[in-house]
């Protein structure tokens, strides 16, 4: 059973002629007849209707292996399997022993390897074919390779969707200066292999990404596309100048090529230039898949060819480059790139050689390998994960120039498939996620006495230093004044030290590594300063010589203790602890606006609240006196009717006690200041 060409399989397909006889007019003889007839003039999809109702009426063996046949090579793998099945299953007589091995077949295309491979092994047992029975030992060991397979958590794959493809075959994606270069028909179903609709000949687009998908394409002018002919296989350098591609024609039946040239075109000012067949390249045999790479020192044209003397069907072969779109001889890649499947869509990047062959084990059909050139040889070739490769077709795999995205085609099921859901290929876009590490950085002042937790500390400086080498460097530095919080992005495979800073306190840091990071991932970091404490100032207090407490301090209209509060009132609890006869009056202040009685009422509130909160840590209540001034006892002139700033306003707002009782005087240590609150 023959394959169709990869690049034009399904895109020459039709039954629309045949469709318009009546069908009450139809025996299995004339049905026969025609499915025949569908069959040779390339109308697959009407020949396999007719053979449909042929072996419906008839039940032929020989029927249902020519549906069998012909739901594999469209590419209809789910109900390939089950016509092989019922061809397998039901074939006591071991008549169709040869059928095994496309039955093992669809299923591995359907996925379902450990049943593949039982079916493979079933076929070399008894297959006739000496070349089939190699294939299926080849064809075992790629579904041990699939079943062990996993596609990397960082390796995101997704079809390029509904706009930019169609429901027939898009093929040889090619990304230069934002645009993606690729051919397909872009018809929305089956069209006729008569060359009359415009539909039929395959064409070179280029789409624009827009958003997170592409757009609709829009087909080159006649500088590329030329009426007539099948163009297809678009490659473009690296350097965007030139592009290749081919033009083609089909046989008379549609089905095969019969004749295939590679073409190039130079981009200028006004874009790409007319195409002209390149020199020394093509010949008589099909010569398809350009793509400009580099060998011995030099630029060489890849391409793919079915010239004598190869290793199988296609081969992979270079040409010297020895001027624009003149190249030397062509050499055959030789055995270990090229075997006896088929090898098709070479793409060169930095000394690696990317194609599809499907004369390896594969997980599917046509995969993708790659080999790396050492200078004088190639390396055996890798099959790429899963991902990349599926259970089906895989081909003209590309990568963006850092290597980290770029596309390829496939035939798995896909948003919009012409007939069924492996019968067309589409574009995939591949991406590697690059690895982020975020640096999720945050500072606080190390709690102080009477305080339950470390507090979030503004006006901080983090720094962050690369401490992988011998030699660091600072990667990022950051102040943050409004809040304690800093973001810094990282890279994988790295040693950092963060360190915090800040003045008046002792820096922090912390170190941490990224290395083995596969996936983006948030590091959090807490870095915790401690204040660098001067030698306490003292001072002799008296009695009836008010002290301040700065930090006392209220919301607006209440008498609350807040918790920053807590620290002054603590401190004085000590020291009524300290002096045990020592009796207090404590005493609340306010401004001079709003109401006289108002403000004296909401300062004894406030002056009572400290009392209570000193009381419950266990000071006997007799030992303080609280009482609330008002506005009675101003610090300054700004009183009723005075204008003043806020500062000076501020200034009146205190909280304060003297000694009225006990002893004399006192030492005590003077605390940092810190603003009260408004009224």
Not at 394 to 408: E, H, K, R, V
Not at 458 to 475: A, E, I, R
């Amino acid at each position: 059973m023959k394959k169709l060409p990869i690049l034009f399989l399904l895109t020459v397909l039709s039954g629309w002629m045949l469709r318009a006889q009546p069908i009450n007019r139809s025996t299995p003889e004339t049905n026969l007849k025609s499915a025949k007839e569908a069959e040779e003039n390339g109308n697959p999809y009407e020949a396999l209707d007719l053979y449909g109702k042929v072996y419906d009426e008839s039940k032929d063996k020989a029927i249902a292996v020519k549906v069998a046949e012909l739901e594999y090579t469209l590419r209809d793998y789910e109900k390939a399997e089950r016509a092989y099945s019922r061809i397998v299953t039901r074939d006591r007589k071991q008549e169709y022993t040869e059928q095994k091995f496309w039955y093992a077949m669809s299923m591995k295309r359907n996925g379902k390897y450990a049943e593949a491979a039982d079916m493979f092994k079933q076929y070399i047992d008894a297959g006739q074919d000496p070349a089939l029975v190699q294939a299926a030992k080849r064809e075992m060991a790629g579904c041990e390779i699939a079943k062990k397979a996993k596609q990397p958590d960082n390796l995101l794959v997704n079809n390029l969707g509904k706009k930019a493809n169609s429901p027939q075959t898009e093929a040889s994606p090619a990304f230069s200066g934002g645009e993606l270069y690729y051919t397909s028909m872009q018809a929305k179903e089956v069209v006729a292999p008569d060359g009359k609709s415009e539909d039929w000949y395959m064409k070179v687009y280029t789409a624009a990404k827009s958003g997170k998908e592409y757009g609709a394409p829009t087909a080159l002018g006649t500088e590329i596309n030329r009426e007539g002919w099948q163009q297809g296989n678009v490659s473009v350098t690296p350097d965007g100048k030139t592009m290749y591609f081919t033009r083609a024609l089909l046989a008379e039946k549609g089905q095969t090529l019969a004749e295939s040239k590679i073409y190039f075109s130079a981009k200028g000012s006004d874009g790409w230039s007319g195409a002209n067949e390149v020199t020394g390249v093509n010949g008589d045999y099909i010569a398809k898949h350009p793509c400009e790479g580099e060998l011995f020192g030099e630029k060489v044209l890849f391409f793919v060819a079915n010239m004598p003397g190869g290793k199988g069907g296609y081969d992979i072969y270079y040409a010297p480059k020895k001027s624009e779109g003149v190249f030397g001889l062509p050499v055959n890649l030789g055995e270990v790139i090229n075997t006896v499947g088929e090898e098709s869509s070479p793409f060169y990047r930095d000394g690696k050689l990317y194609y599809s062959t499907d004369g390896r084990p594969t997980m599917g059909g046509l995969d993708v390998f790659e080999s790396q050139w050492n200078g004088s040889n190639w390396s055996e070739p890798k099959i790429m994960p899963l991902g990349v490769n599926s259970s089906v077709d895989d081909i003209y795999y590309t990568q963006t120039p850092d290597g980290m995205s770029g596309f390829f085609v496939s035939n798995r099921p896909g948003p919009n498939n012409l007939k069924s859901k492996t019968c067309c290929d589409d574009i995939y876009a591949w991406e590697v996620e690059r690895v982020k590490v975020n640096l999720m950085a945050k500072t606080f002042r190390y709690k102080r006495k009477g305080e339950k937790e470390n507090q979030p500390l503004t006006g901080t400086t983090v720094q962050v230093v690369d401490v992988s080498d011998k030699n660091p460097s600072n990667v990022a530095s950051k102040t943050n004044t409004a809040a304690n919080d800093f973001t810094f992005e990282l890279q994988p495979e790295k040693s950092y030290l963060v360190i915090a800073t800040r003045e008046g306190y002792k820096s922090d840091s912390v170190t941490f590594n990224t290395v083995g990071v596969k996936k983006s991932k948030d590091v959090e970091k807490t870095l915790t300063l401690h204040v660098i404490r001067k030698e306490p100032e003292t001072r002799i207090v008296k009695t009836n010589e008010p002290i301040r407490l700065d930090n006392i301090l209220y919301d607006y209209d209440k008498w609350d203790i807040r918790p920053d509060a807590e620290p002054d009132l603590q401190y004085l609890t000590d020291l009524l602890k300290k002096y045990p006869d020592m009796k207090i009056e404590l005493s609340s202040h306010t401004d001079s606006r709003g109401q006289d009685s108002y403000n004296e009422s909401l300062s004894q509130k406030r002056a009572e609240s400290a009392k209570t909160w000193i009381v419950a840590k266990g000071i006997a209540a007799d030992r303080i006196v609280a009482k609330g001034y008002g506005e009675k006892q101003p610090q300054n002139g700004c009183t009723n009717g005075v204008e003043c700033t806020e500062e000076q306003h501020q200034l009146n707002r205190r909280t304060e006690f003297k000694i009225i009782s006990g002893p004399t005087s006192i030492t005590i240590e003077r605390e940092e200041k810190v603003l009260p609150g408004k009224q």
